[in-house]
């Protein structure tokens, strides 16, 4: 079953997508050469609880952290660690935010420093893949839908989608009904009501698509060593069109 939300339901996860958007924002400027993951992590922590907020992740499922912090050629649920950043690396940063009890989730990809043209195109990319998931998460469209136009701008750029890690429904809880799967068929799977929440997160490989389990039980690597990257909003789906509930202004 999805849970369809209210527009008072939505509204509360907004308070908790700007917040969550805003905090991606003040990260933007302070990932530099020499900064560390640890540090990202407690500056997020600390910006949350002074909005009157939690990081959600931080226990779930036993996750030890705010954020999943993930470099080069890790995938996804990195660990953060005390290791500086590099110029040229490329870093994902993934929290969930409570506020009151209502989530928002969302992921971004940063440059640290100067990165090479071909890291740069992976970013746009990817970016650019969720935004075009993001204009069909439409009332009476298909979930499939999404999907297609992931996969179909994937292509036309030459990356690869990771399958293993899809996107879903969100609320009161990080996990909800539906699945969002970043391939798929056009007009296939659920149709989208008004009131659905979920997260679109596509990760984008620039080699193969396959992946392999690093050796803490949490990061996810790519299998040939390639970069990869990933874009993840909150959006509603309303009578008005999508709204990205973790957009940054
Ligand atoms: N934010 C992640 C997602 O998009 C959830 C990570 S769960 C954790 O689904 F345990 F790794 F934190
Ligand atoms: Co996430």
């Avoid at 990817?126 to 998460?137: F, S, W």
């Avoid at 890690?165 to 296939?188: D, L, T």
């Amino acid at each position: 079953m999805v849970e369809i939300k209210s527009d008072k339901q939505i509204e509360k996860m907004k308070l908790a997508g700007t917040i969550l958007a805003e905090c991606h924002k003040a990260l933007s400027k302070m990932i530099l050469p020499g900064i560390t993951t640890t540090e990202i992590d407690q500056f997020v922590e600390r910006f949350l609880h002074e909005r009157g907020a939690k990081p959600e992740q931080k226990g779930y499922m036993g996750y030890p952290f705010a954020t999943c912090s993930s470099v080069n050629n890790e995938v996804c649920h990195g660990l953060p660690n005390r290791k500086p950043l590099k110029n040229g690396d490329i870093l994902t940063v993934d929290f969930v935010v409570n506020l009151d009890g209502w989530l928002a989730d969302s992921a971004w990809s940063y440059g640290v420093g100067k990165i090479a043209p071909e890291s740069q195109r992976l970013l746009n990319a990817t970016k650019k893949a969720l935004y075009k998931g993001i204009e069909h998460a439409q009332p009476g469209n298909r979930i499939g839908d999404i999907g297609y136009a992931i996969e179909t701008y994937a292509n036309k750029k030459g990356y690869s989608i990771v399958r293993e890690f899809i996107g879903h429904g969100i609320g009161r809880k990080i996990h909800e009904e539906p699945q969002v799967h970043h391939v798929g068929e056009r007009n296939s799977g659920i149709k989208l009501k008004e009131g659905m929440v979920i997260t679109i997160e596509p990760i984008f490989n620039q080699g193969l698509p396959f992946i392999t389990m690093g050796s803490d039980g949490w990061t996810a690597l790519t299998f040939d060593g390639s970069l990869s990257a990933q874009y993840e909003h909150t959006v509603a789906i309303t009578r008005n069109g999508p709204i990205i509930l973790t957009e940054q202004a």
